[in-house]
């Protein structure tokens, strides 16, 4: 099993920045990807950024690449989403993922945290 707790989110203008931070216990951190998944009003849940175990490969949706980061402190059991350039588009709830992994081409996760919400005003 695996516990997430997400913090970080709140409220900014467009063109802001914003740090989410994502803090793990139970199962070795170091051992799994973790990623960040984002669920704006009235849509589906979609693949936000991945980072493997080491920290060495990293994975984005088209829609924040170059705006956003992923990474992770494995002493710390903690990973972060650096977000800039912020757009009201980017307006969602923004959950935390463990043990993520693609499957049929589709990312996906084994555990989730409960969310932040992020919300980008004009």
């Known amino acids: 099993q695996v516990q997430l707790v997400e913090s970080g989110g709140g409220v900014v203008q467009a063109g802001g920045s914003l740090r989410l931070s994502c803090a793990a216990s139970?199962?070795?951190?170091?051992?799994?990807?973790v990623g960040w998944f984002r669920q704006a009003p009235g849509k589906e849940r979609d693949f936000v950024a991945a980072?493997?175990?080491?920290?060495?490969?990293?994975y984005y949706a088209d829609s924040v690449k170059g705006r956003f980061t992923v990474s992770r402190d494995n002493a710390k059991n903690t990973v972060y989403l650096q977000m800039n350039s912020l757009k009201p588009e980017d307006t969602a709830v923004y959950y935390c993922?463990?043990?993520?992994?693609?499957?049929?081409?589709?990312?996906?996760?084994?555990?989730w945290g409960k969310g932040t919400l992020v919300t980008v005003s004009s």
């Open positions: 980072i493997s175990w080491s920290g060495g490969n990293t």
């Open positions: 993922a463990a043990v993520v992994y693609r499957s049929g081409g589709v990312w996906t996760s084994d555990y």
């Open positions: 139970g199962r070795d951190f170091s051992y799994y990807a």
